[in-house]
């Protein structure tokens, strides 16, 4: 008898620790068992979890007993070595636990944890024929109790091993998990209904509604029949599907139909519905380039040859996107794919549609608000490499994980974006940063965009990392827009402010209507008011949970909290004087929306801010109306800044530019000058030269006078020497350590303990500890130690000596309790 092997698989979780976890194999599975696949393990007390093989050996665990594997979920790998490889690199480059990495990784239906609840599919179609018993048994629990997690199911069917069944059961669309009915389960396929093949004559049609109308017992079937006729499901021997949905709106009952079906008068069949709008299918006439396009282009195709990466900076409006359009088709022609990386893609339909234009159907869009099933076809597509699909994939920071084969360039447009950063949760990476690395396991090409690029990414092309290309022309020669200076310090002497808007921006409003142009409003602050404060005391209202003021939010006549979720009703007196005169101070996008309307009436203003999107299409309708100019003057925050491209925008005003510049961070400069001038570059782009006016007390500020010239050169090189001076990035990599707890003493002291212990090693590059400028989050107390250390130093070092450290604190038994949250090149 051939003897049989004892294997063990190392398998990640999706559990925030930083080693894989060993398991046994069974012998039955010993054949199945692939590294890449899935397999379910017990993990904790009676919780199964759904892990990634990524080892397997024969080595016996020492020290413990290990568990068996329960059951695999696959039969062929559902990653990539190249994916695991960015994996790895992620979680030591930015000190996260492997497991995080994975779970931020995967979309989530291939992630079944002991959290997962499952439901019946919303549009279930009731074919039972299709299942087994096992999967039966699961449907008919379904039916009685709503939902079910996996240990539910697994008491059902008196088996561990229930994945398998919940998978298939997935997959036939019987179930759904809940998280994607969260994510508001928008359908691709529908269910059609059409006559039978029997009923395909105007005999065979006109004998069925005979016999319906004949019998009284069958006057609601009759009324299916004669609905779907009415709606031209049949005419002249030629059938048409018609939408049950539809069907059922007009009144079909839906207990009718499915009678009809049992009775083959009737067929269901699910079809797909065109994912692509309609009137954008594919239009392959691409514009042709201007010179200065082109020689961009011919630019970027030459340095391409000795650098990887290269910046292409190219002021708004000089069009960049046809010159990124034709790098694209290159790829494709040579069947590659493409991944275009955006900041946040909500905020970019208009370029979406501008590639879907091109492009049709080979662009997948990849983003973790769309559909679960929707990203998981698109991973499968790129795993099985089907190139007939998603060979350019568009997507946020997230599109970074997925399995691509082959890939050719990588976009990252506005690379300059902190939104790249992911801040919560783990891992803490950087879109941009982590795809200049996964060009490398592709020996692909990067090319980073921006009419203001990030301070490192100029750095980098300035010493020759990177290669530069400079596009500083509009496209149609159109001029750079106008900037003016609205002194608020002067305006307020002279009493000429109404109320927080300067008579200067006021004029210009008021011209700019009259010329029926459009007007957008740059506020850096939603809700009605930051602050609302005592006259007499100064008393505000504070969080009860966070160390901040609340907001006040007058649509919904409450006080908010932007950190937490905390809210409370506004107060009519100061509990600490008892005086009346409470006052608000700054302004937020609300309040400028009530006082546009006192100072230029009907005028018709919109808000476009966190508030008014966050239903599903609610960004895009506020952008189409203003489109077809339904609005006149666009409010917003940081939202209106980004690749809006509209002709007849003529003004632009960026009310508090103090409040920008005042804040304290060491990138408020940087992000400054980069805000204002992408805002400015939404005026006047098609018909003639825009206007920008910016509200400010401090007109001569250096960072205003660069946004007025136009001059980023300028400024990069002003702020590179406070950055140098100040021992910042580029010349210094920093990495924060928040550490969290509920006991401000205890915090404070484990703080010292382990900026002692960094110190010891660190010296001087270690900073702090400090109270950040929110001191209190939720309840926690917060306290930042920061560590910068020479770019020329070996990071990989620095984190090993980090890593060691924050262990031997955490071997204090009386550290055990504080939280620490490492963050790698913060933005
Ligand atoms: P950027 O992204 O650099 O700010 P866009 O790519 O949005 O600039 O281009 C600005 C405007 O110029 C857009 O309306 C675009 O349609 C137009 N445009 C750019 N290049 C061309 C071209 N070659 N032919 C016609 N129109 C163009
Ligand atoms: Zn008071
Ligand atoms: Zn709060």
């Not at 006057?219 to 949905?245: A, F, H, N, W």
């Not at 009775?263 to 514009?287: H, M, P, Q, T, Y």
């Not at 632009?652 to 920008?660: F, K, N, S």
Request: include cysteine.
């Amino acid at each position: 008898m051939e003897e049989r092997k004892t294997y063990f698989v190392d398998v990640i979780l999706p559990v925030p620790i930083n080693n894989a976890f060993t398991y046994r194999v069974p012998f039955e599975m010993n054949e199945h068992i692939k590294t890449g696949v899935r397999v379910v393990v017990p993990f904790g007390r009676s919780k199964l979890q759904t892990g990634i093989i990524i080892k397997i050996h024969e080595k016996v665990p020492e020290g413990y007993q290990s568990k068996y594997v329960e059951a695999v979920l696959d039969d062929a790998p559902i990653i990539t070595g190249k994916q695991f490889k960015l994996w790895n690199w992620i979680s030591e480059y930015y000190m996260a636990p492997l497991g995080d990495v994975m779970n931020a990784a995967l979309p989530s239906n291939f992630k079944l944890g002991s959290e997962t609840k499952v439901l019946l599919h919303p549009e279930y179609e009731g074919n039972l024929d299709r299942l087994t018993d096992k999967e039966y048994q699961v449907f008919e629990a379904l039916e009685i109790q709503n939902e079910l997690d996996l240990k539910e199911i697994s008491d059902i069917l008196g088996i561990k091993t229930i994945q398998p069944v919940i998978k298939s059961l997935i997959e036939k669309r019987v179930i759904i998990t809940q998280e994607d009915l969260k994510q508001k389960y928008a359908p691709k396929t529908q269910l059609f209904v059409e006559f039978a093949k029997a009923y395909q004559s105007d005999e065979q049609i006109e004998a069925l509604i005979k016999v319906y109308s004949e019998n009284a017992r069958k006057k609601k079937q009759l009324d299916v029949l004669l609905t779907l006729l009415k709606l031209g499901s049949y005419k002249q021997g030629e059938s048409t599907p018609i939408l049950r949905s539809e069907l059922v709106e007009h009144g079909a009952s839906a207990s009718s139909i499915n009678t009809l079906n049992k009775d083959e008068v009737l067929e269901i069949k699910r079809l797909e519905i065109s994912r692509l709008a309609e009137g954008s299918e594919a239009d392959s006439s691409f514009k042709s380039l201007s010179e200065a396009q082109q020689s961009a282009l011919d630019e970027i195709r030459t340095s391409f040859i000795e650098k990887d990466v290269t910046l292409l900076h190219g002021v708004t409006g000089s069009g960049k996107t046809e010159i990124y359009v034709e790098l694209i088709q290159e790829q494709l022609d040579q069947g590659k794919q493409v991944l275009f990386l955006l900041p946040e893609i909500a905020l970019t339909t208009q370029l979406i549609q501008r590639l879907q234009r091109y492009f049709g159907d080979k662009v997948g869009v990849y983003h973790s608000r769309f559909n679960q099933n929707e990203r998981v076809e698109i991973w499968n597509s790129l795993l099985h490499n089907d190139t007939t699909k998603f060979q350019i994939v568009l997507g946020a920071r997230s599109a970074v994980f997925l399995p691509f084969r082959n890939l050719g360039l990588i976009i990252v447009d506005e690379e300059h974006e902190s939104s790249f950063k992911q801040y919560d949760p783990s891992p803490r990476y950087n879109g941009r940063d982590t795809a200049i690395v996964l060009r490398a396991f592709h020996d692909a090409k990067v090319l980073l965009g921006s009419a203001t690029p990030a301070m490192e990414t100029f750095f980098n092309a300035e010493e020759g990392k990177y290669g530069l290309v400079s596009l500083d022309k509009r496209f149609g020669d159109l001029m750079m827009p106008e900037i003016f200076t609205a002194n608020l310090k002067k305006e307020k002497r002279d009493k000429t402010m109404q109320s927080d808007f300067s008579g200067f921006l006021v004029e210009h409003m008021k011209e700019a209507l009259e010329n029926k142009e459009q007007i957008i409003l740059f506020q850096n602050r939603r809700g009605y008011n930051p602050v609302w404060a005592c006259e007499v005391c100064g008393w505000n209202p504070h969080c009860k949970n966070c160390d901040v003021s609340l907001t006040y939010h007058k649509n919904s006549n409450i006080l908010k909290c932007h950190y937490c979720s905390y809210f409370t009703p506004p107060v009519g007196a100061c509990p600490k004087c008892q005086s009346n005169r409470l006052k608000m101070i700054g302004f937020g996008t609300e309040k400028i929306e009530d006082e546009l309307s006192i100072i230029l009436p009907g005028v018709r203003v919109q808000r476009l801010d966190l508030d008014t999107t966050r239903q599903k299409n609610s960004y895009e309708n506020i952008l189409r109306d203003f489109d077809d100019r339904k609005i006149d003057i666009l409010v917003g925050t940081q939202m209106v800044t980004k690749g809006l491209d509209f002709d007849n925008v003529s003004l632009v005003g960026i009310l508090d530019a103090d409040m920008m510049l005042n804040r304290p961070d060491f990138r408020a400069f940087e992000r400054s000058y980069q805000l204002m001038s992408q805002v400015s570059g939404r005026s006047g782009r098609k018909t003639k030269r825009g206007k920008v006016v910016i509200q400010t007390y401090d007109p001569d500020h250096w960072i205003i006078q660069h946004v007025i010239n136009h001059d980023f050169i300028g400024m990069y090189k002003n702020e590179l020497i406070e950055r140098k001076n100040y021992f910042y990035p580029p010349f210094y990599k920093m990495i924060n350590l928040t550490l969290k707890h509920r006991d401000p003493n205890k915090l404070e002291m484990m703080a010292a303990d382990l900026a002692d212990r960094l110190v010891a090693v660190f010296g001087s590059r270690v900073l702090g500890p400090e109270f950040p400028v929110v001191k209190r989050i939720q309840n926690s107390y917060l306290k930042v130690i920061r560590l910068k250390v020479e770019r020329e130093a070996s990071h990989k070092k620095v984190k090993k000596l980090l890593q060691q450290k924050i262990d031997d604190f955490y071997s204090v038994a009386y550290n055990k309790s504080v939280r620490i949250i490492i963050d790698v090149d913060p933005s």
